[in-house]
């Protein structure tokens, strides 16, 4: 199964959740601003699962002063 995630294709070999997903990229899902295809989602909805051709956008805070 094909997914975008920031703008570049990955291959994933399984079904899994959006949540599954960030924490085997080992990306804490609370310190990140997810869209899944152009939707914010949080709480509930990283339990969703992923689809063919889905457009994952993951945008990670940063400060500074």
Same mark, same amino acid.
């Given at each position: &199964? =094909?997914?975008?995630? @920031?703008? !570049?294709?990955? /291959?994933?070999? =399984?079904?899994?959740?959006?949540? %599954?997903?960030?924490? +085997?990229? +080992?990306?804490?899902? %609370?310190?990140? #601003? #997810?869209?899944? @295809?152009?939707?914010?989602?949080?709480? /509930?909805? #990283? /339990? &969703? !699962?992923? =689809? !063919? %051709? /889905?457009? #994952? +956008?993951?945008?990670?805070?940063? %400060?500074?002063?």
């Amino acid at each position: &199964m =094909k997914i975008y995630v @920031n703008g !570049e294709t990955i /291959d994933c070999s =399984k079904a899994q959740t959006v949540r %599954g997903f960030l924490l +085997e990229l +080992e990306i804490t899902p %609370g310190s990140t #601003l #997810l869209l899944l @295809n152009s939707e914010s989602i949080c709480g /509930d909805a #990283l /339990d &969703m !699962e992923l =689809k !063919e %051709g /889905d457009c #994952l +956008e993951i945008l990670r805070f940063a %400060g500074g002063g």
